[in-house]
Nanobody, 124 residues
Framework: QVQLVESGGGLVQAGGSLRLSCAAS????????MGWFRQAPGKEREFVAA????????YYADSVKGRFTISRDNAKNTVYLQMNNLQPEDTAVYYC?????????????????WGQGTQVTVSS
């Protein structure tokens, strides 16, 4: 099990950028594939991006491809989500999640551990 704490959310104008961070506890962070999900008001949680335990593989939802970048620093037990050219439809609570193993996944039921979320609000 790993504990996750997100940070970096906030209010930004359309076209702006934010970088989310997710700090993980435990010494086995590098054994986990990591993902970012988001949930907008009245909508179901949706996949945003995922990264393998080494960082060598990444995968993105079509809606963020080319604008968001997921990365990780295993020495710092942290995964990041760089979000550029943010749009109002990106407004949501963003969650990071961990799943044991090397293979990345896009379904939330495939992740075992979740952070508490951080709010991202994009104004038009």
């Amino acid at each position: 099990q790993v504990q996750l704490v997100e940070s970096g959310g906030g209010l930004v104008q359309a076209g702006g950028s934010l970088r989310l961070s997710c700090a993980a506890s435990g010494r086995t962070f590098s054994s986990y594939a990591m993902g970012w999900f988001r949930q907008a008001p009245g909508k179901e949680r949706e996949f945003v991006a995922a990264i393998s335990w080494s960082g060598g593989s990444t995968y993105y939802a079509d809606s963020v491809k080319g604008r968001f970048t997921i990365s990780r620093d295993n020495a710092k037990n942290t995964v990041y989500l760089q979000m550029n050219n943010l749009q109002p439809e990106d407004t949501a609570v963003y969650y990071c999640a961990a799943r044991w193993g090397s293979i990345i996944a896009t379904l939330d039921r495939e992740y075992n551990d979740w952070g508490q979320g951080t709010q991202v609000t994009v104004s038009s």
